[in-house]
Structure formats: C-alpha cells, structure tokens
C-alpha cells in the first residue's frame, strides 16, 4: 500500500498525554492547529460549516484528501462514529494521516493495540506523528527500547513532540542526550520543553541549587542560654539561596528559555523566572511573572508574591496572597501567615496557621509551634513541637530542642540533639556544642567545635576561635579570626582585635609643636566600632585615645558613656579630667561612684581630696578603703597618707 502525504496529523487523546507529561493541553492544541493549517479552502473567509460541507462532497465523491481532513475535523470534534468511516476509507486509498488519526480513534475507543497497528502502519510511511504515538505506546507498555526507536524516528523527522518525549525517556535514564532533544523540542516552540531545559542549565549553574524555585531555611539562631526569639518563624528564604558556583552564562541561557515558556501560559516557567529576575533586584519585573503564575494557580508564586509585597511595605497585600498560597495547600505560605498573627500577638491565629503548614507537610509548622509555645512558657508543648519537627529532620528544631533540655539541667539529653542538628549543618548547635564542652573544662573537644561553627559564618564563635589562639600564642590566626568576628558584629571581638592591633603600635613619642593632628589608627577605629556598640572597656580606650590626641571634648564623651554604663575605669577617668579643667566637685562625685565599685585609686584620689580640705577623719576613712582594694601600690601610699593623717589628728 502506497501512502499519501501527511495532510492531517496526530490527534493525542488528553488520557494518553498526561501519563507522560504534564503538558497535554499544549500537545492537543498544537495538534489541532496543524489540521487547521492542513485545510485547503478554496475561500478565503470561508466558515468552518462550508469548509466542512465542501470536503463532506468531496469525500462522497471518494476524494481520499477530503475523507482524510473530514475524518480529522469530526475526530477533533469528539464525534468519533462519524469519523471513522472517513478515515477507514481514506487509510485503504493510503492516505498515512488518515492511518494516523484512525490509530487515534481507536485508542480514544479503548482499543490500544488495534490503534498502535495502525500507528505502525503510518510510521513505517514516514509519518513523524504516528512514530511519536507508537513510542509513546511502548513506552506505556514498558518497551524502553521500542519506545526509543520510534521516538528517535519521529524526533529526527522534527517533530516537536517527539522530541520532547525521547528527551523525557532519555532524562528518565539519566542519559546525557536528552537536554539536545529538549533543546530541539523547546526550539520548535514546545513549552514545558522550554522549562525544563531551563531547569536543566539553571541546575548545572547553581550546583548547589536545588531544583526547586525555594529552599527551606529557617535563618533562627536559638541560644544556649535562653529561649528561642519569638516571631522568628521559619520560613522559605529567598535570601539563602546558594550564590552562583559557575560561570552565568547558563543562567542567562536558562532566563530564557523561562522566559519562552512563561510567555506561552507555563505558570511554573512563570514562577522560576520571577525567582531569578527577583535574586537580580529586579522586583517590579518579578512581581509582574509571580502574579502571572500565581493567577494561573501556581500557589508557589502567591506565596513569593507575598513576601515581595511584604517586602515593599504592603504587608495587608502580602497577607492576601498568603492567604490563597496557603488555601490552595502551600504550608510556607501558612507560616508566613502565623508569623504575621504572631507579630500582632494573635497568638490563637497564628497557632492554627502553623498546624495549617504542618498539615500541608512543612516541618517548619511543627517548629514554629514550639516556638510559640517557648514564648508563652508552654514549655512541655514547646518540648512536644520541637520533637515532632526535629524527629522530621529539622535541624534548628532540633537544636531548640536541645536548648530546652540544657535549660531543664537535662546536659546528657541535650548533647545529642545538638549533635543531630550541628551534623546536619545547624551552625548554632555546633556553636553550642562548643558551649557544652566548654562548660566541662573539655576545651579540645570545644575548640573543635567552635572552630566548625566559625568556619560556616558563626560570629561568637570566630570569637571563641580568636580568644583560644591569643591564648595559645598564635596571634596571627588570632587576628584573623577576630576580624572575621568583629566584622560580623562582635563588639568583643572587635575589642579584642583593637587591643591585638593596639600593642603593635610604637610608643608614641613626646608631643612637637606645629606637628598636625595623627590621623585615628586601625585600632582606635576598633575600639571606636566596639565602643559604638556599648563595649564599656573599648569606650574607656577611645577616650584615652582622644585624651592622648588633646581631644578633652572627646574624651569626656566616651568616658561619661562608659561610667553612666557601669564602668569604673571610666568614672575614674572622667573625674581626672574634670579635675584638670577645675571640675573637682562633679570629678569627686565620679571618683565616689568608681571607689564604690572598687577602684582603690579613686579611693586615694578621694582620700587626697579630703586630706586637702581638712577632713582628716573622712581622709582615713578613704585611705582604709584604698588599702582595701589596692593595688599594692596604691596600698603602699594610701598607708603613709593614712599615718601622716593619724598623726595629725592626734597632735
């Protein structure tokens, strides 16, 4: 039997497409454009009705074109008892589509194996079509390799769709050839083609990435000391994501072909490329695509739509998208909405969005339930939360659960859940693994940890690392570790380097007339940062360091700060200075606080004080709290001025 040319095409049943891909409304419309394209009116504004009736007289007049088209325009229809007989007769005058088309007849009958004869039929004369929905056949039946050959002899003719599904076989077997069939497919305009060759260069430009738009990160750093912080919910974090290990080109590549598919309706397509445009800074762009996809149902871009118009200052918008996200089963979507209740202490509220989440299959519900509970001291259900979370693998709920039995006296229950979670990457229970160990004068095994915790980004403990090098001797890693502490916000840290940096320096030499003022140094900045964060010792160096430039102004800033704050140093300080610029009264007032608190030299200076104004009795009182605290040289003079006194009393 001769076959005639393809002037109809495959008509894929919806049942049969979506067994192998998610996108079978695209491949029906596809098919049905082509057998609209395949008509041949002879008017120009001819209506669907006269087209019909026109190739109805031909095929009548046993015209095998027209039986061929007919039989497809009925088929398309849905009319199947009216169209198999029209492409019956055209298959026997050997029209390939109509052998085609009847193999789609058959199939949408129930009658598979009678439809993929004639689907072998077709394929054999060539047809790119029939050789598409006979891999796709065997495939179903489990004939890998059938269903490759047929496949590969459709994809090779250019067909759209059967290049798409040899690359959905050749990916099912992890086989390096499927992203060129993708491509090719994606090429000819197939969109869900288009995503997921996207998917593919976006994976091999972010390795790290998964393959998923959003990755779940909880960002709660959980103290060893006290309670979780409530309102920090975990949440789906954008921000976590992993930068680029790669050259971007294929990142470029991949916003592209997002971009093909997202423009012909692909809502997922949709959501991926508002989460690039998003990462770029590009948020009206990406809030454009999130709305899009959300609109098409996508509760994954409802939920980032959220959280960008959050972002903006729109938290009631936000909370709209949340809303429907997390009606339509989103459980990041349902955290975000406890979190929102939360923070307006709608505790009731927020409680049942998180069993929402949790019901939606988000571990992070289970855990901000803890963390609700923790915050209203419902400490027995916080315990009860944390577990279920932790026992499901998360990590922070892991070590919050650990941080609650360490506050119930429970060390030996806590250490390994701090080591479940540090060994899933929770970088604040290696940090408190390193406060464990610590608290049992094991500082090896401390150290260790400390110096894990410090090499993922953990600010104390970079600090606990610098404080154990000074202590070994080993300044330069000392520094190295202090900078990265003090960079991360450490105001200890940032002490502590200053001083590293500050016995460095020369000693100054003697003041020269006319010399300009010496710019701050790298450790006065230091201390001057540590200083700005409240660090009181770091606020008495600054104004030694100011007093030392002549900046008396200065000076009595940072020490007034510092003695307001509790420091005694610097109560001493301000009262020497405000002694020098005729201020005793108020320096004395200085120096009774800081000799209060302990400072013997503040006790002498008062002793001094008194002894001048001929209070001789309240002098020795002075000296005897001076020799009290010393240090021994402050002893030594405070005794011969309480003896000189003595003497004077009793003359």
């Keep these: 039997m001769v076959f005639m040319g393809d002037r109809a095409t495959l008509l894929e049943t919806g049942r049969f497409v979506q067994r192998h891909s998610g996108n079978a409304a695209d491949e029906i419309i596809e098919a049905a454009g082509v057998v609209d394209a395949a008509v041949d009116t002879t008017a120009e504004h001819e209506t669907e009705a006269e087209t019909e009736a026109r190739h109805r007289r031909a095929a009548e007049n046993g015209d095998a074109a027209a039986m061929s088209v007919l039989g497809a325009l009925l088929l398309r229809r849905g009319d199947l008892d009216g169209a198999e007989p029209y492409l019956r007769g055209a298959t026997g005058q050997g029209d390939r ?46 004939d890998e390799p059938g269903a490759e050959y047929w496949l590969r002899q459709s994809a090779e003719q250019g067909h759209a769709l059967g290049a798409y599904a040899l690359a959905d076989l050749l990916e099912h077997r992890s086989d390096v050839g499927a992203e060129r069939w993708l491509r090719a497919a994606a090429e000819q305009g197939h969109r869900e083609a288009a995503y997921r060759l996207a998917l593919a260069l976006e994976r091999r430009a972010e390795p790290d990435r998964g393959p998923h738009a959003y990755d779940t990160a909880t960002g709660l750093r959980t103290s060893a000391t006290g309670p979780a912080e409530a309102g920090k919910a975990a949440v789906a974090s954008r921000a976590a ?58 509760a994954k871009a409802a939920c980032a739509l959220g959280f960008l118009l959050r972002d903006a200052g729109d938290e009631e918008s936000a909370a709209v998208w949340w809303l429907r996200a997390a009606q339509d089963g989103d459980g990041n979507a349902a955290n975000a909405l406890g979190a929102l209740h939360a923070a307006r202490g709608e505790q009731q509220t927020a409680e049942r969005w998180y069993r929402a989440a949790m019901d939606a299959g988000d571990v992070n519900g289970a855990y901000n339930l803890g963390l609700l509970c923790a915050a209203q001291e419902r400490t027995t259900q916080a315990e009860q939360w944390y577990r279920r979370a932790a026992y499901a693998g998360h990590r922070e709920a892991a070590n919050a659960l650990a941080v609650l039995l360490l506050q119930a006296g429970d060390a030996n229950g806590a250490e390994p859940w701090f080591s479940k979670a540090a060994e899933a990457g929770s970088v604040d229970a290696a940090f408190n693994l390193g406060i464990l160990h610590a608290g049992r004068d094991d500082d090896r095994t401390a150290l260790s940890w400390y110096e894990r915790a410090a090499a993922a980004g953990h600010t104390e403990a970079a600090l606990q690392v610098g404080i154990a090098c000074l202590r070994d001797g080993d300044e330069q890693a000392a520094e190295r570790h202090l900078r990265c502490a003090a960079g991360g ?137 001076a020799v009290e605290l010393g240090p021994a040289e402050v002893a030594e003079r405070a005794a011969r001025l309480s003896e000189a006194l003595h003497q004077e009393l009793t003359a």
């Design 97 to 142: 589509a109509a052998a085609n088309n009847l193999g789609v007849l058959l199939h949408q009958r129930g009658y598979p194996d009678e439809a993929a004869g004639w689907w072998r039929v077709a394929a054999v004369a060539g047809s790119a079509p029939a050789a598409h929905a006979l891999g796709r056949h065997h495939r179903e039946r489990g």
């Design 241 to 298: 994501v992993p930068r680029p290990t790669a050259p971007k080109d294929g990142l470029v590549e991949a916003e592209q072909w997002f971009r093909q598919a997202a423009a012909r309706g692909h809502r997922r397509a949709a959501l991926h490329l508002g989460a690039l445009l998003e990462k770029r800074g590009e948020l009206k762009e990406a809030g454009r695509w999130y709305l899009t996809s959300a609109k098409d149902g996508e």
């Design 489 to 625: 916000g450490s105001a200890e840290a940032a002490f502590r380097l200053a001083s590293v940096l500050d016995a460095r320096r020369p000693p100054p030499g003697p003041p020269a007339l006319g010399a300009p003022r010496e710019e701050k140094s790298e450790c006065e900045e230091w201390y001057e940062r540590a200083a700005e964060q409240g660090h009181r010792r770091a606020q008495v160096r600054v104004g030694m360091l100011a007093a030392g430039r002549g900046d008396v102004a200065e000076a009595a800033r940072w020490y007034r700060e510092a003695a307001e704050a509790g420091s005694r140093n610097g109560a001493f300080n301000l009262g020497l200075l405000l002694a020098r610029e005729g201020g005793e009264r108020e320096a004395a007032l200085w120096w009774t606080r800081a000799a209060h608190a302990g400072h013997g030299r503040a006790a002498l200076r008062l002793a001094l004080l008194a002894a001048r104004r001929g209070e001789l009795t309240e002098g020795r009182r002075w000296c005897a709290r």
